[in-house]
């Protein structure tokens, strides 16, 4: 471990590189036999990604692609994305990256919010046809190689100067929303990271977050602003596959959810391996309870973890917790990384004490400019310079962060932010459903998992598992409930609202509630839980 | 169709495809690449295998060699029954 930092290059970025790509290009033409990616086996030198750059963007130059063009890149973590992501960023567009198990439907949802002018998508893709995209308005489609023109459609959009990327993320509101993201932005949290991380060329990351979202991303750029190595594996349901592809590649740090750490945990036999290279952890993506924190920490015991929080709206990161002060601060999420500011703000806007608890307020230049053509919630988030995060907190006198709740709805299940809105107004479109209501319910492995509480307009006319496939055909995988209970009616206020609580208690027991009659639920269901549940506390 | 593919068919129809039995899913067919299943889908799925055909799935098995096909858990029921079998 110290070997490899004292052998490693730390690259001192220069604060005149105001673009991400040149930036990468300077560890391509500096790195040029090192090994940037190692994915299925095979290993791709800096040198390697240069060229497949290169490739792709004389592609994307001849399919008609311009400054400030918007490019969807519909694909899983590998090279192919890392090129793509580049060359569209070297042509002067905005990379708009999309989860490999989007549906069709919500990819031309997001085409037409966007005025999006190309579309990449990996040949594994199989969920799609090519009409599906032919009358949303992009000049160019790649599948895989194949280039196929198609008549543009100019959204006249207005886009300002210097951004790089928009991450679509899952809004309360239950419509996605497109985070803008400029080269500011991502250069800032990067280099921010990178300070505290200290990665230097000879880190490898085994990396198995997708690379479409704001943690992923963040994986992926400081690895290639350090030139580094990023080991992809994107097979996190079989935990043996990501251990023996660790072992393989040396890696020396692994950044993950809790989710991954307690698969990893569950559902392997991670004490019975070595990892001699490995010098770091990053947990992060929301919140890590202590229990498994401390089994984290009982496997690794010599290696730094950093516990670290953010949100897509800052670029990834605000805060991380130095390894050194686990103990000390075992609740907190860590100080302000350098160059962010945080406040607490009481309800009525006046700033709170040490240790007043308050919503979570951060500025710098890891800030995003807004949300896609939304103005008005834009106007909500942003203030004065701030970014109120929708999350309550307190800081110490020490100036470090506790997260004690979340002021919003939002479900945090395995690595994705989740609106229940969202997931309910796929139900409502459905003739039969009355009322539907979703919420997050505590899962060992998840997080949280997505549970949904149906009633039918006539009873008797779905089931559940009816449900289920209908949800099925409309939704991401990650966002399909894992549970839908029908009951006669949703559990309500007397001034009509969802008692959301109640929805929660449904859902843990997966059993009648006193307002559920005897139409709830497949059994099969709560069978299949219960078992895997038995299943869990043998592993645990 | 051997018994063991039946019944494997039959979760793979109830739990996976939510009772559509009019999508066809080949032997071959990833159950990771095709977006049939995630990582509680996997934990479900080593429940049912445990229970329906009596053996233990132990941690180091669950890899895709054994779990990411039709074809694939059928090899698998079939190598570990047999072994159940032999140990008696």
């Not at chain 1, 660790?246 to 020396?252: E, L, P, R, S």
Request: hydrophobic share 40%; proline share 4%; with cysteine.
């Amino acid at each position: 471990m110290q070997a490899a930092e004292e052998a490693g290059k730390i690259y001192e970025h220069t604060q005149d590189e105001s673009r991400v790509e040149c930036i990468i290009d300077r560890m391509m033409g500096a790195n040029s036999e090192k090994t940037a990616v190692i994915y299925k086996g095979r290993r791709w030198t800096y040198g390697d990604l240069r060229v497949r750059v290169d490739l792709q963007k004389a592609r994307l130059a001849d399919a008609g692609l311009f400054e400030k063009n918007r490019v969807i890149v519909w694909m899983e973590n590998s090279p192919e994305y890392v090129a793509a992501y580049l060359a569209i960023l070297e042509l002067g567009g905005i990379v708009v990256a999309l989860h490999p198990q989007t549906t069709a439907e919500e990819v031309k949802r997001i085409i037409r919010h966007l005025g999006a002018a190309g579309l990449i998508v990996s040949p594994a893709m199989k969920q799609w046809a090519l009409g599906d995209f032919e009358p949303t308005g992009l000049r160019f489609l790649f599948a895989g190689e194949d280039l196929h023109r198609m008549q543009y459609h100019n959204s006249g959009h207005v886009v300002p100067e210097g951004v790089a990327q928009i991450i679509y993320t899952s809004g309360s509101t239950g419509r996605p929303k497109g985070v803008v993201l400029t080269h500011r932005n991502l250069i800032a949290n990067t280099r921010s990271i990178l300070s505290y991380l200290q990665l230097t060329t000879d880190d490898s990351v085994m990396a198995v977050l997708p690379f479409v979202y704001a943690y992923g991303n963040s994986v992926m750029l400081t690895h290639l602003f350090a030139g580094g190595t990023l080991v992809i594996e994107n097979n996190m349901l079989y935990p043996h596959v990501v251990l023996d592809s660790m072992i393989k590649a040396g890696v020396t740090g692994l950044s993950g959810v809790s989710t991954t750490y307690a698969l990893l945990l569950n559902h392997s036999n991670l004490k019975s391996y070595a990892f001699p290279a490995l010098r770091y952890l990053t947990p992060a993506g929301g919140p890590m309870r202590l229990e498994l924190l401390s089994r984290i920490r009982a496997v690794f015991p010599d290696r730094r973890i950093f516990l670290m929080y953010g949100q897509t709206e800052a670029s990834a990161r605000l805060t991380f917790l130095p390894p050194d002060l686990l103990d000390l601060k075992n609740e907190s999420a860590g100080r302000a990384i350098p160059g962010v500011s945080l406040k607490i703000v009481k309800e009525g806007g006046e700033t709170a004490g040490p240790d007043e608890v308050g919503e979570v307020w951060a500025c710098g230049d890891n800030i995003m400019q807004g949300y896609w053509q939304d103005t008005e919630l834009t106007a909500d988030v942003l203030r004065d310079g701030w970014l109120r995060t929708g999350d309550l907190g307190r800081l110490d006198t020490d100036g470090y962060l506790t997260i004690v709740g979340r002021n919003n709805e939002m479900i945090k299940s395995g690595a994705y932010r989740i609106s229940p809105n969202e997931i309910e107004e796929v139900l409502l479109q459905h003739p039969d459903v009355q009322e539907a209501g979703v919420v997050g319910i505590d899962d060992p492995i998840l997080g949280q998992k997505i549970c949904a509480v149906v009633s039918l307009r006539t009873t008797g006319v779905l089931t559940n598992q009816d449900l289920m496939a209908y949800c099925a055909q409309r939704l991401v995988q990650y966002k399909r409930p894992k549970v839908i209970t029908i009951v006669p009616a949703l559990p309500k206020s007397p001034s009509g609202k969802i008692l959301r609580p109640r929805l929660r208690e449904i859902g843990s027991l997966n059993v009648p509630a006193p307002v559920v009659s005897e139409q709830v639920a497949n059994p099969h269901l709560a069978d299949i839980e219960e078992r895997r549940w038995s299943k869990l506390r043998r592993v645990v | 169709m051997t018994m063991i593919e039946t019944d494997l068919r039959q979760y793979l129809v109830n739990n996976l495809l939510f009772g559509r039995s009019d999508v066809s899913v080949g032997g071959d067919t990833s159950f990771l690449e095709s977006g049939l299943i995630d990582s509680t889908g996997v934990l479900e799925l080593v429940a049912f295998l445990e229970e329906k055909f009596h053996i233990k799935v132990e941690d180091e098995d669950l890899i895709p060699a054994n779990l990411d096909s039709v074809n694939a858990l059928i090899r698998f029921v079939e190598g570990k029954t047999t072994t159940s079998h032999s140990r008696r």
